[in-house]
């Protein structure tokens, strides 16, 4: 058991330690995937600046409608711009949040989840929670059971009395249901890149923020040693005196003796 516990963490840690030298690719295509929907839904309100004003006034019944539209409108294009091109990523990140929350409840909640109606209980994925009783969710099923039938009707009609092959050439036929899915799915994109920021080496955030850190680096401060002198002191040693020899009272004897 520790031989394979080993093996899998070796194989686990080697792998994803290469990811993380990759961890900015996933904010990278976050990013292109945000950018154009806001962009494109800036440049909507932009060109039909009056209808949004008169929408949000009359539609959605929301104080100052056109400082609302000036707001929406600037905030979903220079956002999408920054997005682009990674700059400013988790400061943009927040009104851009706060733009799905306002539509979400404002908009889409009386709509449920889905953006499209399932026509197919079977295959939705409010199957799962109706089976365990989910109240939303068997509300869900009972709408896609009427989708359902809305739509093989309109299939009907449309092959009996339209070209349907034409009709259908681009794709199938399909109910919007214009619920919360989408702005639901574009907020949590968006926490995301204000957790993470706008990723390594493929936005501007970054070698903005590299070259910030290498300008307001503390310079190390060179610290100025002054030279060490040895200074070699000579001491003058007084040269010791000279010492008589000491004659042994004996040899004194003698010397005093051969004297007389």
Do not use: C
Not at 18 to 26: F, N, Q, S
Not at 65 to 77: D, G, I, R
Not at 115 to 127: F, G, R
Not at 207 to 220: E, V
Request: net charge negative; glycine share 8%; charged share 15%.
């Amino acid at each position: 058991m520790r031989a394979i516990l080993g093996a899998y963490y070796f194989l686990h840690n080697g792998f994803f330690t290469l990811l993380g030298k990759l961890d900015g690719v996933a904010p990278f295509l976050i990013r292109l995937y945000l950018a154009p929907i806001m962009l494109a839904a800036g440049l909507y309100k932009l060109q039909h600046f009056d209808a949004t004003a008169m929408w949000l006034a009359q539609g959605l019944n929301l104080p100052y409608p056109e400082l609302m539209a000036y707001l929406v409108t600037y905030t979903e294009l220079i956002g999408g711009f920054l997005l682009l091109f990674g700059l400013a990523v988790r400061w943009v990140s927040i009104p851009l949040m706060v733009v799905m929350v306002v539509a979400a409840t404002t908009v889409h909640w009386d709509n449920g989840w889905f953006a499209i109606a399932p026509s197919n209980p079977i295959t939705s994925t409010a199957k799962p929670l109706a089976d365990i009783g989910v109240p939303m969710a068997r509300a869900s099923i009972e709408n896609s059971i009427g989708v359902g039938e809305r739509l093989a009707r309109a299939n009907g009609l449309l092959n009996e009395y339209g070209h349907y092959g034409w009709l259908t050439e681009k794709g199938n036929f399909a109910v919007l249901n214009n619920g919360i899915e989408f702005a639901a799915t574009y907020f949590i994109l968006l926490l995301s890149l204000l957790f993470s920021g706008a990723g390594r080496y493929l936005s501007l955030d970054y070698f903005i923020d590299r070259s910030a850190r290498q300008y307001l680096k503390p310079k190390a401060v060179e610290s100025k040693v002054e030279p060490v002198v040895e200074l070699k002191v000579e001491s003058e040693v007084a040269p010791e005196p000279e010492l008589e020899p000491q004659v042994k009272p004996s040899e004194k004897q003698v010397v005093t003796v051969a004297n007389e």
